[in-house]
């Protein structure tokens, strides 16, 4: 999230419609790339705040998806999150 060029890629990318998954504490990229403002997801419990404050309606789902952007909360949470991201790319 410190690195201008990866959220200029996160950003491209969403705005592009592709496919953007993010686990754990990496939503934390999506809010530094301004991609979360009017979507739902979620991510480990301890970003609940930063991801809310940057718009998002923050749930409590092992996995999240709307639209292009998809969002899980754990490594716990890895089986849902991997079949969203087949299930999305295989549109």
């Known amino acids: ?3 201008p060029a ?3 890629l996160v ?3 969403f705005e592009a419609g592709k496919v953007v998954a993010a686990i754990c504490h990496g939503p ?3 809010v530094s790339a301004g991609v979360l ?3 739902t997801a979620t991510s480990v419990s301890a970003i609940r705040d930063d991801v809310t404050n940057a718009g998002a309606e923050w749930v409590d789902r092992e996995v999240v998806r709307d639209g292009n ?3 899980s909360r754990t490594p716990a ?3 849902a ?3 969203t991201i087949i299930e999305a790319m295989r549109g």
């Open 28 to 30: 934390w990229v999506l």
């Open 11 to 13: 950003r491209e990318a």
């Open 77 to 79: 949470d890895l089986p």
């Open 6 to 8: 990866v959220l200029r």
């Open 37 to 39: 403002r009017g979507r």
């Open 81 to 83: 999150f991997c079949r």
């Open 69 to 71: 952007l998809i969002t």
């Open 1 to 3: 999230r410190r690195y």
